[in-house]
């Protein structure tokens, strides 16, 4: 199979690596720094359980030189990158061409392909336009989650944690299992990254969710780690109220999330110390995914009737910021006062 990733940034670049390691016929799309260090150097891979003293190179191109038609397309593109991006990525898949989106958050695809009260609905914080339910259908699309820490240290050198979740998980809209997720999920296992296939995939996206929605926001705000944020009482006891609203929620549409508030932030204080994938947009003057891991969660809520104060709360103050970032082009970092 002719694989592409689309997006080479950190768990783009994780992969596209550990694919070609694999030796797997994988081409990795990337821009400015990050291309230029792929493309002259490779991909430096630092982490506990994957130790390479040597860079690893890979076939690296800018969007504007990708040639398909491939075979398989996993779309690493932050979420809200996606619409900008669609129609591209469409035209570089041939016609039975497997997409797989592993992005952060809630997906636009929620309500499709299952029996639910509100099927049917549109979440407009996901896909205002209809751009995404227009280019991918749920003969070519594949829901994913990436669990896998990491950041970018420098261009082409990606910092990687461990933890018992690292996985790739893939699923279908109706939650079938087939044969495609379990050769993608045994693709993933291949290269290192344990492949999971479940018959679940919007309870597994929520699982995940009760960690984003809450950690990178607030981290983002206070320019702190999840384990320092998990460790103060006072963010301690927001981030239980914002974990209760989000489980309330998920169970408002139908999903049953077996955790506590307390069992939480438990895990989240003896986390990695690894700046969640906001933070490190924030002090690189990005666009943050809020819409995917915040947003849509309160207007999931309001369409369910259940009431998420702390949630627009935290909203409201990482939407301001985010507008700052956008609108102004500025990039906010702690600086050192002392050595």
Known sequence: MRLLVYGAGAIGGFFGAMLTEAGEDVTLVARGAQYEALSNRGIILEGRRIKRAQPI???AVRPDEVRGPF???????????LAGAAEHIRTLGGKDAWFVFP???LPWWY??????????AKLKSLDPDGVLSRTFTAENLVCGI???????VEPG???LADTDADSLTVGELDNR??????TIAGIASNAGWPGKAVTDIRKAKWNKLLSNAIWNPLCSLTQ???NDTASYAPTMELAAQMINEVIAVAAAVGVTLNTSASELIAGAAKRAPIPPSTLQDVRAGRAMELDAILNSVIEMGQLAGVATPSLKAVAACANLLNQRIIHDGVAIQPAKLRA
């Open 57 to 59: 190179r890979v076939r």
């Open 71 to 81: 075979d398989l397309i996993f779309v690493t593109l932050k979420a809200h990158q």
């Open 103 to 105: 992005q952060n958050g």
């Open 111 to 120: 309500f499709d392909g299952i029996d639910t009260r509100f099927r049917g």
């Open 146 to 152: 990436a669990f896998k820490p990491s950041d970018i």
């Open 157 to 159: 050198r990606i910092r």
């Open 177 to 182: 299992m087939s044969e495609r997720i379990q």
């Open 224 to 226: 702190s780690n999840p």
